[in-house]
C-alpha cells in the first residue's frame, strides 16, 4: 500500500531533483558559485568568441576600465584563438563553456568529463592558462557534472540575472533589463557568441554594453572578474 507520506517523499524527490536540473545556481547537485561580495558585480559572457561581436565587446570594457569573465566554447576557440588570446592579453578571467555547447543534463560521465576537457585543453592551448572555473550550457547540470568539473580543477558557476539577450529583443531593451535586474552582488549573464551558430549575431549585446556600464556605474557599483 502506497502511503501518503511516501507519495510526498516521492514528490520532494522529484521537486529536488527537477530544481537542482534546472536552476542554474541550486545546491542539490553541488554548489556553485551565484554572487559576488560587496557593492560589486561581476559581468560575464557566454559562448564566444564571435569575430563580430567580442572585439566590439572588449573596446567598450577597456573603454570602461572593466574586467569581465568569458566562458569560451572550444570549438569556437579552434576557429578564432587569437580572440582568446586577446581576452586572456586584456585582463579578463576565462571560464570553461565546454567544447559542443551540449545540455549535460541530458549526458552520461564519459561525455560530460570529455567535453569540459576538450573544452580547457582548447582554452590552455590558445592562452597558454588553464581555466579554473566551468559554467554549464544553459546552467543545466546532473548529478555528475560538479563532481567532474572540480576533478579537473574547475569551479561551477551560475548567475543571478540573465536577460535574453540571446532573442536579440534590441539593444535599448537588453541594457533597461540588465539596470533593472542587477544588484550588488549579482552575476550579469550576457553573450558575446551563440552556442549553436559560430557566425551568430551577437552586436546587439555589444551595442547594449556601454549604457549597461555607465548605468550601474552611476548607481555606485563596481566591476570584478569572477
Known amino acids: 500500500m502506497i502511503t501518503p507520506l511516501a507519495v510526498a517523499g516521492a514528490t520532494a524527490a522529484v521537486a529536488a531533483a527537477v530544481h537542482g536540473t534546472f536552476h542554474r545556481n541550486s545546491p542539490v547537485f553541488g554548489r556553485v558559485v551565484s554572487s559576488v561580495p560587496g557593492n560589486q558585480v561581476a ?12 572585439p566590439r565587446i572588449l573596446d567598450a570594457l577597456g573603454a570602461g ?3 569581465a ?23 579578463h578571467a576565462i571560464g570553461n563553456h565546454g567544447w559542443h555547447h551540449q545540455k549535460l543534463h541530458r549526458r552520461g560521465p564519459a561525455f560530460i568529463a570529455l567535453d569540459i576537457a576538450l573544452g580547457a585543453q582548447a582554452i590552455t592551448a590558445a592562452t597558454g592558462s588553464a581555466p579554473r572555473l566551468f559554467r554549464a550550457p544553459h546552467g543545466f547540470r ?22 535574453w539577450d540571446s532573442d536579440r529583443p534590441g ?22 557568441g551563440d552556442g549553436y551558430d559560430p557566425g551568430g549575431d551577437r552586436l546587439q549585446t555589444a551595442e547594449a554594453l556601454p549604457a549597461i556600464i555607465r548605468g550601474l556605474r552611476d548607481r555606485g557599483l563596481g566591476f570584478v572578474p569572477l
Open 65 to 67: 576600465g572593466i574586467r
Open 69 to 91: 569573465t568569458f566562458f569560451l566554447l572550444g570549438k569556437h576557440i579552434e576557429r578564432w584563438p587569437d580572440l582568446a588570446r586577446r581576452i586572456a592579453r586584456e585582463g
Open 43 to 54: 559581468i560575464t559572457f557566454d559562448d564566444g568568441p564571435n569575430p563580430e561581436a567580442t
Open 171 to 192: 539593444a535599448d531593451v537588453i541594457a533597461r533589463r540588465a539596470l533593472e535586474g542587477t544588484r550588488a552582488g549579482s552575476i550579469l549573464l550576457l553573450h558575446d
Open 142 to 163: 546532473n548529478p555528475w557534472v560538479n563532481r567532474l568539473a572540480a576533478a579537473q580543477g574547475q569551479r561551477v558557476v551560475g548567475w543571478s540575472l540573465g536577460v
